[in-house]
């Protein structure tokens, strides 16, 4: 298939699955509320044969949400991961060719099975997870080419791949040998934890744009001062994000440090939040847009993932979106 993908998200393809449960069947399972809890394919297998009545299925898993974003936004896009050759893994395959993107770097394994995430929300919007991997876990520095950059100008890595040895750097080196731009997200501060001396070799080496929320940027930096926290990252790289929540977000680059306000709307659940930020904001900057504007943009597309349950925002919201965010 011949594309002409110019954005390539890497990480772990996920199908959500989302379901209205009550606190009993919490219970009944024995699921801490709010948690999230990694399980394995068999035991997946038990609760989705458990939940009540029919859950709804999204696409997700962080570089997926920022990746459906920017197609959602028009942009040319691309996604490299590993999928199963089952119902789950079709779902997301097809999905984003269905906004336009482009199939080719999906690694279909046959006889594997696609990464599965069962959100159960309760009767107070309360999200509790229990996430099966599958065979996205089984990515190797081998499975990543030259071949999946070909036509790509910007490579967009999720931090949790850095589970896997040797799986980023290799990303990054190609990317980079390859003329692409690179963004990383820090994903979650335990990551970063556990990771801190890669991360600053990896950013310094091979990173453009960094983006962080307020607790990875502390874990980081060693600060919990959001001046000092972009300015500490931007040393390492052209941009620093930093997202605060209902705070807004501190950027820096090299022409300074900039803040933007975040919008006052009603929250209902902040899954994918951070990944449709960066999707807005990579709409913006990879346009040429300036850096503040860039902050607005991922802004406006985050306000409108946190006022829905899940990380689907509305057809009809997606076009005052996109009117709001031409370039």
């Known amino acids: 298939m011949i594309c002409s993908e110019k954005i390539l998200g890497i990480g772990s393809p996920i199908v959500d699955f989302l379901v209205h449960v009550d606190d009993r069947f919490l219970e ?35 570089a997926g949400n920022a990746i459906f974003g920017l197609a959602k936004l028009h942009e040319s896009t691309a996604f490299l991961g590993k999928l199963g050759d089952d119902v789950a893994g ?24 696609t990464g599965r995430c069962l959100s159960m929300v309760t009767p107070d919007s309360e999200r509790t997870m229990r996430t099966d991997l599958g065979i996205a876990s089984s990515l190797t520095p081998d499975d990543i080419t030259e071949a999946a950059f070909e036509g790509v100008d910007h490579v967009h890595v999720e931090g949790y791949l850095l589970f896997l040895d040797g799986v980023v750097e290799k990303i990054m080196a190609i990317a980079q040998a390859s003329g692409c731009t690179v963004s990383l997200d820090l994903a979650t501060f335990e990551l970063v934890r556990l990771k801190r001396d890669l991360l600053m070799h990896l950013i310094k080496k091979y990173v453009d744009v960094v983006f962080a929320n307020e607790e990875e940027a502390a874990e980081f ?9 972009v300015s500490r990252i931007a040393k390492l790289c052209n941009v620093a994000a930093v997202k605060l929540g209902p705070d807004g977000c501190y950027l820096r680059d090299d022409s300074g440090i900039y803040t933007v306000p975040a919008r006052k709307v009603k929250v209902v659940d902040t899954t994918a939040a951070g990944d449709l ?24 597309a985050a306000s409108e993932v946190i006022q829905v349950m899940g990380s689907q925002i509305p057809e009809e919201r997606w076009e005052s979106i996109r009117e709001e965010l031409k370039i």
């Open 28 to 62: 009944d399972i024995g699921a801490e509320k709010g948690g999230m809890v990694l399980v394995d394919s068999e035991e997946m297998e038990k609760l989705l044969a458990a939940i009540p009545g029919q859950a709804v299925l999204a696409p997700g898993g962080s």
């Open 90 to 113: 079709d779902f997301f395959r097809n999905k984003l060719v269905e906004l336009g993107g482009c199939e080719k770097s999906f690694l279909v394994v046959k006889g594997g099975v």
């Open 221 to 229: 930096t060693g600060s919990r001062i959001p001046e000092e926290q």
């Open 277 to 300: 930020w960066a999707a807005g904001f990579l709409h913006g900057w990879l346009n040429g847009a300036p850096l503040a504007q860039c902050g607005i943009y991922g802004t406006v």
